[in-house]
């Protein structure tokens, strides 16, 4: 029973997996002009490992039970990739904010 339940849950991350890639490559494209950032490079690569990962242990969970270690594998890969996400996010809203805040700092005590 629970091994149908996670190759069910495994294959609709299989399904999902593209359609959220392909939301972020749109997102990079309108919010980042596709410029190439290093971190971006690795989010798209650990993204592109983590569903290498998850399409391994769809395939082999019928197979041998040695697919655990594609699905922890993925879940690492992912968990970088989500890392990385919220560094672009909120790491660009902090500097936004500190280059707001430095601004309004040095207006502050220089009036002209």
Not at 74 to 88: D, P, Q
Request: aromatic share 10%; hydrophobic share 45%.
């Amino acid at each position: 029973m629970c091994r149908c339940r996670c190759m069910a849950m495994m294959s609709f991350v299989a399904i999902v997996t593209p359609l959220t890639m392909l939301t972020g490559l749109i997102d990079w494209k309108y919010r980042y002009d596709m410029r190439k950032v290093p971190i971006i490079q690795r989010k798209v690569i650990t993204g592109i490992v983590g569903y290498v990962f998850v399409v391994v242990y769809v395939v082999l969970h019928s197979l041998t039970d040695y697919s655990l270690a594609a699905l922890a594998m993925a879940l690492v890969f992912f968990a970088i990739t989500g890392e990385y996400g919220g560094k672009l996010v909120h790491g660009a809203r902090t500097l936004l904010c500190l280059k707001n805040l430095r601004k309004g700092s040095s207006q502050k005590s220089n009036p002209n």
